[in-house]
């Protein structure tokens, strides 16, 4: 069992606007504003999409923002394009002894 | 530009050992920390390991600890991971990824340049 969790699988329209969420803890995500979101598509390296809750890497479509309350954190992707069906993964700092934890990730269908 | 290139993958027996290597090039390595990620077919990510930039700091997912070791040599630009005690429940493609900040910002774990990975296979 992932130490965050993220809902298996989530889908949307072209244009239309999907949120994924991950729900921690007050030890990682509630605690701490170190939340990353990766994206993977089959068979590729994970892509770094947003990092620091909100802050998004060069390069990647504003389209994609991050946010967080309480325990929870979300990603949000507006305008949905059919390049976005992919993997999602949420990843946070944990005051554990093993620093880094990661969300059982969430597939995104674009129907 | 970053590249991580990951080695050493293959088929192993169970109780048996295997070392992969993470060569970087692109940035200055040894003002990094650097991770181990790894994905079991079909399913998500999981951290592995994180080492400081200078090799004094370790830190193990509760799932390796004891049987994986993380080390680097700066020199060489060259990260490790010498996995003992090989179970099947370890078969996976494990990634050696950078992360986003140098010196004592590698335990946030915020990983922004990622290797194709090495896969390793845990089977009798």
């Known amino acids: 069992q992932s130490a965050l969790t993220q809902p298996a699988s989530v889908s949307g329209s072209p244009g239309q606007s999907i949120t994924i969420s991950c729900t921690g803890t007050?030890?990682?995500?509630?605690?701490?504003?170190?939340v990353s979101w990766y994206q993977q598509y089959p068979g590729k390296a994970p892509k770094l999409m947003i990092y620091e809750v909100s802050n998004r890497p060069s390069g990647v479509s504003n389209r994609f923002s991050g946010s967080k309350s309480g325990n929870t954190a979300s990603l949000t992707i507006s305008g949905l394009q059919a390049e976005d069906e992919a993997d999602y993964y949420c990843?946070?700092?944990?005051?554990?002894?093993?620093?880094?934890?990661f969300g059982g990730g969430t597939k995104l269908t674009v129907l | 530009q970053v590249q991580l290139v990951e080695s050493g993958g293959g088929v192993v027996q169970p109780g048996r050992s295997l070392r992969l290597s993470c060569a970087a090039s692109g940035f200055t390595f040894s003002s990094y920390g650097m991770h181990w990620v790894r994905q079991a077919p079909g399913k998500g990510l999981e951290w592995v390991a994180v080492?400081?930039?200078?090799?004094?700091?370790?830190y193990y997912a509760d799932s390796v600890k004891g049987r994986f070791s993380i080390s680097r040599d700066n020199s060489k630009n060259t990260l490790y991971l010498q996995m003992n005690s090989l179970r099947a429940e370890d078969t996976a493609v494990y990634y050696c990824a950078k992360p986003r900040g140098a010196w004592g910002d590698y335990p946030r774990g915020i990983l922004d340049y990622w290797g194709q990975g090495s896969l390793v296979t845990v089977s009798s």
């Open positions: 007050s030890s990682d995500v509630g605690g701490y504003n170190y």
């Open positions: 080492i400081s930039y200078d090799g004094s700091n370790k």
């Open positions: 990843s946070s700092y944990t005051s554990s002894s093993t620093l880094v934890v």
